[in-house]
């Protein structure tokens, strides 16, 4: 059963969010504007707000995201990458995904990844669990990446249990690990994986359905 359009009323707010991500994430903003931003992404994700906006609209199943898939990009190297980021953002006119820095002194990363491996359609919860960045060999997914920038450096107030905050401290020491460690078009690596994740939810073709049908709704 869809959402009345009552019920659809309260949704308005993630029209505005996803206008935001639309409008000054494509522009490559500063890294506050990102911080800030990431408490979106940690709603839509983490309180399941994007998909439940998609449902009350009357959309089936999940929406697709299109962005990198790094596991298909790094093949077996993954377990000797020292860092790896999806990317996937539009810097100032250059597409770049893929940054990998890998133990050895021989180049990694699959040379014949699957042709859909830059632009890989996942459904929206395929796409918040997938591999975002690797650090020393181990997975860090999108979701991971979205909250470790919410709660510690987009001022998201959290009221955690003891073992709630346990786990918190574990995801800020795993992720910063990657922050410094690659470059991307003048932009610290980290933030330009969250802005690549800000970008793909706003660009992909079913949020541009979605925003429509919300435009057409609230007028």
């Known amino acids: 059963m869809h959402a009345t359009g009552d019920s659809r009323a309260e949704f308005k707010p993630v029209m505005e969010d996803l206008e935001h991500l639309r409008a000054d994430w494509s522009k490559g903003p500063a890294d ?39 596991e298909l990009l790094l093949g077996p190297d993954l377990a000797r990458a020292e860092v790896a980021l999806a990317g996937g953002a539009d810097a100032p006119g250059v ?38 960045a690797v650090v020393a060999g181990k997975p860090i997914t999108r979701l991971e990446v979205v909250k470790y920038f919410a709660n510690a450096k987009g001022g998201a107030h959290l009221h955690l249990s003891s073992r709630g905050r346990k786990r918190e401290e574990e995801l800020v020491k795993r992720v910063s690990r990657c922050e410094g460690r690659i470059l991307a078009f ?8 969250l802005m690549s994740i800000g970008q793909a939810v706003a660009k992909a073709p079913d949020m541009a359905k979605l925003f429509q049908a919300m435009k057409t709704f609230f007028g």
Do not use: K, M
Request: glycine share 12%; aromatic share 14%; hydrophobic share 40%.
């Open 32 to 70: 506050a504007v990102l911080r800030r931003g990431s408490v979106i992404l940690r709603g839509f994700f983490c309180d399941n707000l994007l998909q439940r906006t998609w449902r009350a609209f009357g959309f089936e199943r999940e929406p697709i995201i299109v962005g990198p898939n790094l």
């Open 95 to 132: 597409y770049a995904a893929g940054f990998l820095v890998v133990q050895g002194n021989t180049a990694g990363g699959d040379p014949n990844p699957p042709a859909n491996a830059l632009e890989f359609p996942f459904r929206l919860g395929a796409y918040v669990g997938a591999t975002s």
């Open 186 to 193: 003048q932009r610290d690596g980290l933030y330009f994986e």
